[in-house]
């Protein structure tokens, strides 16, 4: 067949597969506006959008929830009823986000903010070095730097002394790992898996990504947080240092469901499921609940964890996030915050390390201004923490971002804390970040040349990647 044949034959079939394809989009695409945008590009111009949108266009991970299913009453086995009868009244305006995630409300937790990254790794590294049992570490970046190099060696010499290793990495985001450096871990002992969006070969499922960090030690006491495994993270590379992060040391029952949540990551990858080793008992005062969201979950239950959150709040709401691209349901729920007279605010960063998204957070930032939500842009270097403050009592650090992202399409955890105590200290955290951020008015949206502000308008239309 001459190629003055073989052209239009192409084309037909490339426009027979666009309109299959915006078939398809329309049945699955979660929101309507997400649904007309994919079938007009894809019915119109498929051969602009159609390989997009194989890549970018899926809103479920499947496979992984009936994995969980098959696997929920092992992995829950130490949830017990008779602590449910234990939750005080302050927890119950959360009793439906824990349904949601499949959790509950654990008493007796010890809390200890880490603020930082230096805090965080030594605290990390050190439970680590101590550890008799087992260590569990999941992460979204692994870099082969400095405290990439610490981390190594202190997993090897804990797999050398006969501990039980396990790593996951997310594999799109440690994309410049290079192969020695797991190499080395496999070799010393160390069980280390990259995340796969399913088991068998898929590249139409790279637009979700794993963005849990996790680490427990013996069973009994977890990390998480906003870190990652990398020098940056330290505040030690320009042009972002110094860099300001949150993460969350906990003892306790929750540790299961830490435990839990790495052991249904492990096991899609691996086939195999980890040691879930039981808890010491209970010492401190806390009730947390842990929140393992993603795209595998019959609900948007990470979005859901944000405006439970938001709805709950009487007085105060604190949130610190790096991205600031809220959906429909979280912008309306900030707006009836203010209007309820809670004092709503958002600390942001003021550099960014992704433009396209710092473009169109700053359009977002600008509406919430409108809406009477108090905007603060973090001064020095880069924020990224991810930390919601609620009243006087309730706290919760994790690794979501008030993203789409984070949102609809990443595996995240968080830690949701019910304690005087620990939001006191929370508190005096962000009240220290906020002596470090000024308060930002219309004029960073109206003093923008019409060029920037036409960036910011083209960044929004891709809210639901970002």
Partial sequence: MSLSHLLPLLAFLLHVAGV?????????TRTPQGAFAWALGLALLPYVTLVPYLYLGRSHFSGYVTLHR???????????????????????RYGALAQMVNGMFHSGQQLKLLIDGHAAFEAMLDAIAQAQTCILVQFFIFHDDGIGRRMQKALLERAAAGVRVFVLFDGIGSHALPGHYVEALQQG????HPFATQRRPNRFQLNFRN????????????????????????????????????????AGPAVLDLQRSFAVDWHWVTGELPPMLPPRPAQGEAYTLIAATGPADPQESCSLLFTVAINAACKRLWITTPYFVPDQAVMSALRLAVLRGV?????????????TVFLASTLHANSAIEAGVRIYRYQPGFMHQKVILVDDDTACVSSMNLDNRSFRLNFEIGALNVDRAFAQDVERMLLDDFERAVLITHEEYGSASYARRL????????????
């Fill in 343 to 355: 004092d709503v605010r958002v600390l942001l960063p003021s550099r960014p390390d992704h433009h």
């Fill in 455 to 466: 960036a910011m308008h083209v960044a929004r239309l891709f809210d639901p990647i970002l």
């Fill in 70 to 92: 098959a696997h929920r009453q092992r992995l829950s086995q130490a949830s017990q009823d008779g602590e449910r009868a234990g939750i005080p009244p302050s927890c119950e």
């Fill in 211 to 250: 963005h849990r960090k996790i680490v427990v030690v013996d069973g009994w006491l977890g990390f998480l947080g906003g870190l990652n495994v990398g020098d940056e993270y330290l505040g030690l590379k320009s042009p972002l240092s110094p860099w300001r992060d949150t993460h969350l040391q906990l």
């Fill in 20 to 28: 299959l394809a915006a078939m398809h989009a329309v049945m699955h």
């Fill in 189 to 192: 002992g160390v069980g280390i």
